[in-house]
């Protein structure tokens, strides 16, 4: 069985599948195969919807001649870095560290005992711009693997002694306060591109734990730039070639700073944070545009992302086929006016291509233009815009579509159930919660099992057999919590406090510190640990949000201390680095403003169940039912007065009086300048 990939569950290794190169996924008989023929081992890692990774396998592991030099030299190791992210996490660590960059596809040359001794990301079949061929690094990394072994072993031996020595500081001693929130305010507003939207240069990357951050920090204080920031950030990218006009959902990142050209791929965990964050928006603000976003981002992640067992797969491919046959990044998405007129005819083409800003020398490549808002219309505009984005929708749906990558990621379902959970409750979609809670279900079934420890991934209803990671357990941890605040049913908060339960006994280090990995997980060269949020919450940040929140709603000192012993590293980081921890921060608000405890004794979906789950107090968590506390521990001894709902809501060991009133209520979890 020369390529063993054949039985993997991955889509990404299955692409591999049938590859000349002799691949074996990452496992310790691939290890011991290099160590019997005393040969290096070649570790290629990347992920299914990566342009780049399709590119260099075209190029190199599906062309005979290369794949039979590998074959001879190196024992072939392809790893998913969604399937794998601790060993991706590794081995990226070092390559950084290395080159001082990184990124997929990540090719690293590491000895029998998994040490790297030389690494670097796309190599080119021919040498260009600087870079060698593939072809030259294999023929270099064989003659130094032969020729100076002793140097090889020196190499290796001393990165390995580089990444152990790396202690994580845990960012002193104390909790982040008003003065680490307030620094980290004020760096945010330095990066903030206030022409259009976002922080920083190109590529911009949807910065959606950072809007998260900024709405929590405007509602606990009032700081009307906070709000200004994520408002105008939010209309730039939803205005933008990186999100879809006509079928909805966020393409990857924009690869310039004004949001024209996106990378096309569709992640899953965008659009699940992207989602929440634009209805948080709307929860702020009311905003109508924010309120359609939030709806369209959900129904794409329904319509194109959902499987058959009710998962949520992973990503939709950036490439597909154009019109001649080849696939090509955004095939599927992008215009020229000769399109527009063939499905609209010349009148309405004309409309369309100044709505949307198609031109006649394209916006991205081969005169093909990406479709954004171009300007903002009447409301006749409107109505004639939504016309022509049906049709010219109908027509894509004939056009070959991207891949999708079916696997189920336990961390990114755990992110779209709470998205698609308050999503649901805000605007009156119960079919959005119904949604969840299948995909909720899967997650229990499929990847919790018998004994509650995640499995990573699973593909048709079977575990890809790869132990969760510490934002497995925090994503759906919060997916759990999120959906038991809008059912009212507490079996989720049961679930979500044996995820915690794991994290605290196997996640946990000494003085609150974090690891990506579970204390009885396969031993790599480094225990991974990395706190800083970047495309997700990091497990780090994610779990403290999690255990910030189960604490609230059952009042374990346990969970508590723990939580506040994780979020250290937010007052190191916050004020330094805000953009890379942002996730963090708005857990760290949450903790300055309680975060507050709502019960609702009365019916789930009720006016005041409803008027709680729109509270914007940073972190609230709500509990509702009428069942005397035997769901949750915040409704015990707090009935119904005078036979009517009511709330109760509690913060720092202090309640207000009970409410029956929706306006009071929603005054009461406004934000903590009213809540005072």
Request: proline share 5%; hydrophobic share 40%.
């Amino acid at each position: 069985m020369p390529n063993r990939l054949a039985d993997e569950t991955s889509p990404y290794l299955l692409q591999h599948a049938d590859n000349p190169v002799h691949w074996w996924p990452w496992a310790k008989e691939a290890f011991d195969e290099a160590r019997g023929r005393g040969v290096p081992v070649l570790l290629s890692v990347g992920y299914s919807s990566c342009h780049w990774c399709h590119v260099m396998a075209q190029e190199s592991f599906e062309d005979d001649d290369t794949a039979a030099y590998m074959n001879e030299h190196f024992v072939c190791v392809k790893v998913d870095r969604e399937e794998r992210p601790d060993v991706d996490a590794v081995y990226m660590e070092a390559v950084q560290a290395a080159t001082g960059q990184g990124g997929w596809p990540m090719t690293v040359f590491l000895t029998a005992d998994a040490e790297p001794f030389y690494f670097g990301t796309y190599f080119p079949p021919e040498a260009r711009h600087g870079m060698p061929s593939f072809r030259q690094v294999l023929e270099g990394v064989a003659a130094a693997w032969t020729d100076r072994p002793d140097e090889v072993a020196e190499v290796a031996a001393g990165i390995v002694h580089d990444l152990t020595q790396r202690s994580l500081a845990r960012g002193g001693e104390g909790l982040p306060g008003e003065a680490e929130l307030a620094q980290a305010l004020l760096g945010l507003t330095r990066e903030y591109d206030d022409k259009r939207g976002g922080f920083g240069g190109a590529p911009k990357f949807p910065p959606s734990m950072t809007i998260e951050f900024l709405l929590r920090h405007h509602a606990r204080t009032g700081a009307q730039g906070a709000l200004q920031m994520a408002a105008d950030t939010c209309d730039a990218m939803a205005r933008g070639g990186m999100y879809d006009q006509l079928g909805g959902g966020f393409a990857r990142y924009s690869v310039d700073r004004e949001w024209v050209v996106p990378h096309f791929e569709k992640m899953l965990y965008d659009n699940a944070l992207l989602c929440r964050v634009y209805a948080h928006l709307w929860r702020s603000t009311g905003s109508e545009p924010a309120r359609r976003v939030a709806l369209e981002t959900a129904d794409f992640m329904v319509r194109e992302l959902r499987t058959a067992e009710g998962g949520f797969a992973s990503a939709l491919d950036a490439d597909s086929e154009d019109g001649d046959g080849r696939h090509v990044e955004g095939a599927y998405y992008v215009w020229t006016p000769e399109q527009l007129r063939e499905v609209l005819g010349d009148r309405d083409a004309a409309f369309a291509a100044e709505y949307f800003g198609v031109t006649e020398e394209g916006t991205f490549e081969e005169g093909a233009s990406v479709l954004r808002l171009a300007r903002t219309g009447t409301a006749a505009d409107a109505e004639r815009a939504a016309d022509v984005r049906a049709r010219l929708l109908a027509a894509r749906e004939l056009r070959p579509r991207p891949g999708r990558d079916d696997k189920v990621v336990a961390a990114w379902n755990g992110l779209a159930v709470a998205a698609l959970a308050e999503t649901g409750a805000y605007f009156d979609r119960p079919d959005l919660i119904e949604r969840a809670t299948e995909a909720a279900d899967l997650l229990v079934r499929v990847h919790m099992g018998d004994v509650a420890r995640l499995a990573r991934t699973s593909k048709d209803g079977r575990t890809g057999g790869h132990a969760g990671v510490l934002e497995d357990y925090g994503d759906v941890a919060e997916g759990f919590l999120t959906l038991a605040a809008v059912t009212g049913e507490g079996v989720w908060l049961e679930f979500a406090g044996f995820l915690l339960d794991i994290v605290l006994q196997h996640f946990t280090g000494e003085g609150g510190q974090l690891y990506d990995t579970a204390d009885d997980a396969e031993q790599l060269i480094r225990r991974p640990q990395d706190p800083t949020d970047s495309a997700t919450p990091a497990g780090w940040t994610a779990a403290a949000g999690a255990l910030l929140s189960y604490a609230a709603y059952t009042g374990s000192e346990a969970h508590r201390a723990a939580a506040e012993g994780a979020l250290g590293v937010v007052k190191a980081l916050g004020p330094r680095v805000p953009r890379f921890i942002g996730w963090g921060l708005a857990v760290a608000e949450a903790l300055l403003d309680g975060p507050r405890e709502v019960a609702v004794a009365g019916p789930v979906g009720g006016e005041l169940h409803r008027t709680a789950l729109l509270g914007r107090a940073p972190g609230a968590v709500v509990a509702a039912g009428e069942t005397a506390g035997t769901e949750f521990p915040l409704l015990a001894d707090r009935p119904m007065l005078g036979g009517a709902p009511t709330a109760y809501v509690c913060r720092h060991f202090v309640c207000d009086a009970p409410t029956t009133d929706p306006q009071e209520l929603a005054r009461s979890l406004g934000s903590g300048l009213s809540g005072d």
